[in-house]
């Protein structure tokens, strides 16, 4: 997956590109972090005060009693699409609304998300709807929302613009879709004629997650000029990302390392979350499937409580097969995602950038 080869060369007037070293992937974030943070604080800039400040609590630039702080998170999306203008041979800053306009999206859906789940904590810090109350907390999401659509709006025009707007709302409804999905999971069996299936979740995932990456590398590409063919590759390589990070999440989820999730190990099973292991694990013949559901009950409500029963389900998923299915999956789409870059990207730096960060998402701590 290192050996990336690169097609014709890239358009005369690409200037200005990212000084990108595809080893150095953090250092490529920081870049693209760098780069859009600026936009995204004019966006944020003409909000009402009080809402204002929870919205750059949520973004990592204040903390609760209003003071400055470093921003968090690694800004994935955002990266995706700077980095999509440059694989085309555009200059990243083309890319830039669209940049805002995903990771504003992205920021909304997990302050509704942790509001729907109950979770306390994101990024190692209370989760706005802990800070500031369920109220406030759905305010920032709507907050949000509006300026990913306002900052989109008003740094494109014509059939670009139309073309971007209808791009990134067609995201937001499938990602709205993909949160219903996993929503109407929880009241679903383990097993039986209505668990949900291998096939079902991987919709709800590629709804959820996938769709948004996907807009980020397709909204780089299309702001940056790309032609319709490599709009719809780069559009399909974020989704195949997508669709790696959320295998991959779903491993965190159950024994990822605190340091690296913020949350406690074994978490998705405190919760009693559907997620591609367990769901894997139960369809399994393996004798450690029959056991597996006895341990986790009907399926409804809050999940497995204690400590040894956590850790044997934990157990019990890996010999059934789970957790090498949902490693296997992630590893499955990151390849794809790297055959699209290498057949469709024409500046090096850039897709070199763009397979290191699929590796660095996907190869977290777990």
């Given at each position: 997956m290192n050996d990336i080869r690169i097609g014709p060369t890239a358009r005369p007037d690409a200037l200005d590109l990212l000084p990108l070293d595809g080893a150095d992937v953090l250092r490529t974030l920081e870049l693209c972090r760098d780069l859009v943070t600026p936009a995204l604080r004019e966006a944020v800039s003409g909000l009402p005060p009080d809402i204002g400040r929870a919205v750059e609590y949520t973004l990592g630039w204040r903390s609760v009693e209003g003071l400055p702080q470093q921003a968090g998170g690694k800004a994935l999306r955002p990266a995706l699409a700077l980095l999509a203008a440059q694989a085309v041979g555009a200059p990243p800053r083309s890319a830039v609304p669209a940049a805002v306009a995903v990771e504003l999206v992205h920021v909304f859906s997990l302050v509704h998300d942790d509001i729907m789940d109950g979770d306390e904590q994101r990024r190692h810090r209370p989760s706005v709807w802990k800070?500031?109350?369920?109220?406030?907390?759905?305010?920032?999401?709507?907050?949000?929302?509006?300026?990913?659509?306002?900052?989109?709006?008003?740094?494109?025009?014509?059939?670009?613009?139309?073309?971007?707007?209808?791009?990134?709302?067609?995201?937001?409804?499938?990602?709205?879709?993909?949160?219903?999905?996993?929503?109407?999971?929880?009241?679903?069996?383990?097993?039986?004629?209505?668990?949900?299936t291998v096939a079902e979740y991987n919709a709800m995932a590629d709804r959820k997650t996938a769709s948004l990456l996907g807009c980020a590398s397709g909204l780089g590409a299309l702001l940056g000029g790309a032609d319709a063919t490599q709009v719809a590759e780069l559009t399909l390589m974020g989704r195949h990302l997508g669709r790696a990070f959320q295998a991959s999440d779903d491993l965190l989820g159950i024994w990822g390392d605190p340091d690296v999730t913020g949350k406690p190990v074994f978490n998705d099973l405190r919760q009693g979350k559907k997620t591609l292991p367990v769901i894997a694990a139960l369809g399994s013949a393996a004798p450690a499937a029959r056991l597996l559901a006895a341990l986790l009950g009907t399926g409804e409500g809050p999940g497995v409580s204690d400590e040894q029963d956590l850790r044997d389900a934990a157990e019990l998923i890996a010999a059934a097969g789970g957790r090498s299915?949902?490693?296997?999956?992630?590893?499955?789409?990151?390849?794809?995602?790297?055959?699209?870059?290498?057949?469709?990207?024409?500046?090096?730096?850039?897709?070199?950038?763009?397979?290191?960060?699929?590796?660095?998402?996907?190869?977290?701590?777990?």
């Open positions: 800070a500031y109350g369920v109220g406030p907390a759905v305010l920032v999401g709507d907050a949000l929302l509006a300026l990913a659509l306002n900052s989109l709006a008003r740094a494109t025009s014509g059939r670009i613009g139309a073309a971007a707007l209808t791009f990134l709302s067609s995201s937001l409804v499938e990602l709205v879709a993909g949160q219903a999905e996993d929503i109407s999971f929880e009241d679903r069996p383990w097993t039986g004629q209505r668990a949900v299915f949902a490693a296997e999956a992630a590893a499955r789409h990151l390849e794809q995602a790297t055959r699209i870059i290498t057949g469709t990207a024409v500046e090096s730096g850039a897709a070199h950038a763009l397979a290191a960060i699929g590796r660095f998402a996907v190869h977290r701590s777990h």
